[in-house]
Nanobody, 116 residues
């Protein structure tokens, strides 16, 4: 089992920046990738970014160049730095980890609101 706790959501103006953090506990050695998904009202949950154990980082096309996903293996944390935020980035952001056995774990979600 892996437990995830997120922090850092809130209200930000369009064009501003925000950083989300996620800390993993439990069976941390089973973790391969750590990253983020988001879900806007009325939409399906979508991939945002992830860092594998290689480490290799992958981003959704919609956030490339604006978001930066950084993982600290020693602390078992992953941070998502979001810059140049747009109204379309508003969503509930979920921390995600995937184990070597392809099992997904999710955080409780943190709300990001972007005002114009």
């Amino acid at each position: 089992q892996v437990q995830l706790v997120e922090s850092g959501g809130g209200l930000v103006q369009a064009g501003g920046s925000l950083r989300l953090s996620c800390a993993a506990s439990g069976n941390r050695f089973s973790i391969n990738s750590m990253g983020w998904y988001r879900q806007a009202p009325g939409k399906q949950r979508e991939f945002v970014a992830t860092v594998t154990s290689s480490p290799t980082t992958h981003y959704a096309d919609s956030v490339k160049g604006r978001f930066s996903d950084r993982r600290d293996n020693a602390k078992n944390t992953v941070d998502l730095q979001k810059n140049s935020l747009k109204r379309g980035d508003a969503a509930v952001y979920y921390c995600n980890t995937r184990t070597w056995r392809m099992q997904d774990y999710w955080g409780q979600g943190t709300l990001v609101t972007v005002s114009s």
